[in-house]
């Protein structure tokens, strides 16, 4: 069974610019949650979709954002980027948005 | 004061030895309890996955949750070099239409030394 792919691994931008990064959740699973990872505050929530629908959401400003689709791949943009911006970028999968969640690889973002 | 606590380490012990991680918490919402385990450069492995009080046996990993206390521990038994990781905890509670949030940890550096 195929874990969560997310793409792409390593993305290196610069400040103003923006970025897209996509997760596909295992087979079956309908929730998608992203998360940001760095080493000064650790993992911290951004957002989570179900069926295509935000359902709840992390104290991040409107430069992030996401989407759903009906085959429940997600992605996630970011707007106008700072160099704080710079992190892990962390997708999980669970089956209906319980806490047994499963995490892909995640996105090393780095902005100039 | 964060929502949950996690001592950051680094922890080293040698090859064999138990490990003991622990973290505390305050939201007294929190009813499930994760441990996961992450090596550099890598996304988060789910370990352990417990709800509510009691403990949890997965081969050499036990998990302990004490909700009267705020308090989890995870123990390592018969620790190997290949242990050698971050671990973190994490909780959440049913926030609305079976949304969770998981919220984490610092994470615990461990080094297993052979």
Not at chain 2, 34 to 48: I, V
Request: contains cysteine; glycine residues 8%; positive net charge.
């Amino acid at each position: 069974k195929a874990g969560v792919t997310q793409t792409p691994r390593y993305l290196i931008k610069t400040r103003g610019q923006q970025v897209t990064l996509s997760c596909s959740p295992i087979s079956g699973h309908r929730s998608v949650s992203w998360y940001q990872q760095t080493p000064g505050q650790g993992l911290q929530f951004l957002f989570e979709y179900f069926s295509e629908t935000q359902r709840n959401k992390g104290n991040f400003p409107g430069r992030f954002s996401g989407r759903q689709f009906s085959n429940s791949r997600s992605e996630m943009n970011v707007s106008t980027l700072e160099l704080g911006d710079s992190a892990l970028y962390l997708c999980a999968s669970s089956l209906t948005g319980d806490a047994e969640a499963f995490f892909g690889q995640g996105t090393r973002l780095t902005v100039v | 004061q964060k929502e949950v606590e996690q001592d950051p380490g680094p922890l080293s012990v040698p090859e064999g030895a138990i490990v003991s991680l622990n973290c505390t918490y305050s939201n007294s919402a929190f009813q499930y309890f994760m441990w996961y385990r992450q090596y550099s450069r890598k996304g988060p492995e789910l370990l352990m996955y417990t709800y509510s009080s009691g403990n949890k046996e997965d081969g050499r990993f036990t998990a302990q949750v004490d909700k009267s206390s705020k308090y989890i521990s995870l123990f390592i038994r018969d620790s190997q070099p290949s242990d050698s990781a971050t671990y973190l905890c994490a909780m959440s509670a049913v926030i609305l239409q079976g949304a969770q949030k998981l919220v984490f940890g610092q994470g615990t550096r461990l080094t297993i030394n052979p």
